[in-house]
């Protein structure tokens, strides 16, 4: 199925330790992006990227990093994990437009003990 | 800046109860308008959007209207089920792909 596709559904990570999550979308997007959601705090903007090769920071950057080297695939590198880097993962992407809406990966769930 | 605001939640109704989130928002332009529905553990789905003033967009029996004068964009439906417990988020989008979502509101549909 066309969609957005996240690896992994979970993860545990421990202090200072790196992980790379995964986000790959089969619909030719422009425009994609990754979001936190935490309780009480809605969605946040980490980073976002425009087309390939572009990429930008969001509304709380610090402590990821991202890349684009394709069309197809954006991931989100965690330089060293924080219990604060606690969340729920979403990536997203859609075309550019203004009335194009975006379509949401179903989440990374991230614990960092 | 621009922002959207959403009503507070949880909101808690009985089955074939009239729902209304309100959402109204900040935004310089003519932005998108959209709702997006998530249910537990899943992501996002797109429910309904309008880009223009006055157009209504529907979809599974939600409403919402873009009200350019009142800058609002409440969601309606006449008739909630059990399963449209979920949280909803309303959301804008301007030139330039910038999206700016509200907090989420968490709807509960009991029997």
């Known amino acids: 199925n066309a969609g957005v596709t996240q690896t992994p559904k979970f993860q545990v990570l421990k202090t200072g330790q790196s992980m790379t999550l995964q986000c790959a979308q089969d619909?030719?997007?422009?425009?994609m992006s990754w979001y936190r959601q935490d309780p009480g705090m809605g969605l946040r903007l980490i980073h976002y990227s425009v087309g390939a090769g572009i990429t930008d920071q969001g509304e709380v950057p610090n402590g990821y990093n991202v890349s684009r080297s394709t069309t197809e695939d954006f991931p989100l590198r965690l330089l060293s994990a924080a219990p604060s880097q606690t969340s729920v993962y979403f990536c997203a992407s859609s075309y550019s437009g203004q009335g194009a809406g975006y379509t949401f990966g179903s989440g990374t769930r991230l614990t960092v003990v | 800046g621009d922002s959207v605001t959403q009503m507070e939640g949880p909101v808690t109704l009985s089955e074939e109860a009239f729902l209304t989130i309100n959402c109204t928002y900040t935004a310089t332009g003519y932005p998108s308008l959209f709702w997006y529905v998530q249910y537990p553990g899943e992501g996002l789905q797109l429910l309904l959007k309008a880009t223009k003033a006055d157009d209504k967009g529907s979809n599974k029996g939600f409403e919402a209207t873009y009200r350019k004068e009142t800058t609002s964009f409440h969601l309606e439906k006449g008739s909630v089920q059990v399963s449209d417990s979920a949280v909803y988020f309303c959301?804008?989008?301007?030139?330039?792909?910038?999206?700016?979502f509200g907090t989420g509101t968490s709807l509960t549909v009991i029997p």
């Open positions: 959301a804008l989008k301007k030139a330039g792909n910038q999206f700016y």
């Open positions: 619909m030719n997007h422009e425009y």
